[in-house]
């Protein structure tokens, strides 16, 4: 484990970014803060966050109009004497709309990892990620970085439990995620819906009815599944709910348990790309290819 890594599982995100107020720390600030101009500061691409509101936007540019910007972005060097943002795109998008030409800035040597969970960790604590920005740096961290779900649940201060349900997000159809991503639907409403069998159609139903997440809870429980013309779907157990919820969380998939009396019964476990596909065989033993 590097001891940038060190620092961040032992003082989370102050030690990374200069909020931490250690003599160590503070001389190791003052040793890289620099004021840079900003045309040499580009966006980080693998940035969870992908969406700025032009009125936030608008609203802190004013602010820094005002008082000038007094916490530094941090930054990693690109080798040809422009930098990287790590964490504070936001800061600089509005600043630049401000008219600042220069910007004090942090700078960290740091890699591909190092940079992707500084950049999660900070919009997480400040709550800048929608829902699926959050999943989809989670997946990128799991699938490009070896992590556990519990090693990324220890690493952010999230549970295991908030990164498998955020990360079932990512099996809803593209246009209902496209509603989650436009502020239609919550994260709450968009969960219940992750084991239904026709997702769009009681996300429409939830927008255009206004619903709260515990009717949309309540309305995703009585929706008739496919085929069963009109007959109300079959009651389960608190233990059988119980269960499927485990499940799902451990496989990052949606489970169905469905018992057939004394003639056993079904564990159905949807997949929505074969990447998924494949992931649940290797987590099964299996061998993909």
């Known amino acids: 484990m590097t001891q940038v890594q060190k620092r961040r599982l032992g003082r989370g995100l102050a030690a990374l970014i200069g909020d931490d107020t250690s003599e160590e720390s503070v001389v190791q600030d003052i040793r890289s803060l620099r004021h840079v101009p900003v045309e040499l500061l580009h966006p980080n691409p693998n940035n969870p966050r992908k969406h700025f509101a032009e009125e936030d936007l608008n609203t802190l540019a004013k602010s820094l109009k005002d008082k000038g910007l007094l916490q530094p972005l941090v930054v990693r060097p690109r080798g040809d004497g422009s930098f990287e943002i790590v964490a504070g795109e936001r800061r600089w998008r509005a600043s630049q709309i401000a008219g600042l030409h220069d ?48 090693q990324l649940a220890d690493a952010i201060g999230k549970s295991r439990s908030h990164i498998a349900n955020t990360m079932r997000l990512l099996n809803l159809p593209e246009a209902t995620q496209r509603q989650i991503e436009e502020g239609s639907l919550t994260a709450g409403h968009a969960r219940a819906l992750i084991a239904t069998e026709t997702p769009e159609e009681l996300a429409d139903k939830i927008i255009k009815l206004n619903l ?46 469905k018992h057939k009396d004394k003639l056993g019964g079904q564990v159905l476990i949807s997949y929505k790309t074969l990447d998924q596909l494949d992931d649940l065989i290797k987590k099964l033993g299996g061998q993909v290819g």
Request: aromatic residues 4%; glycine residues 4%.
């Open 103 to 150: 910007l004090p800035v942090l700078v960290r040597e740091l890699d591909d990892k190092e940079t992707l969970e500084i950049a999660l960790i900070e919009n997480i604590q400040r709550s800048d990620l929608n829902a699926l920005e959050e999943a989809r740096a989670f997946r990128q961290l799991l699938d490009q970085y070896a992590y556990t779900q519990q």
């Open 212 to 257: 709260t997440v515990r009717q949309a809870e309540d309305l995703a429980r009585t929706k008739t599944p496919v085929g069963t013309k009109g007959k109300a779907a079959p009651y389960k157990d608190a233990d059988t709910r119980a269960l499927e919820k485990q499940l799902t969380e451990n496989l990052g998939l949606s489970v169905a348990i």
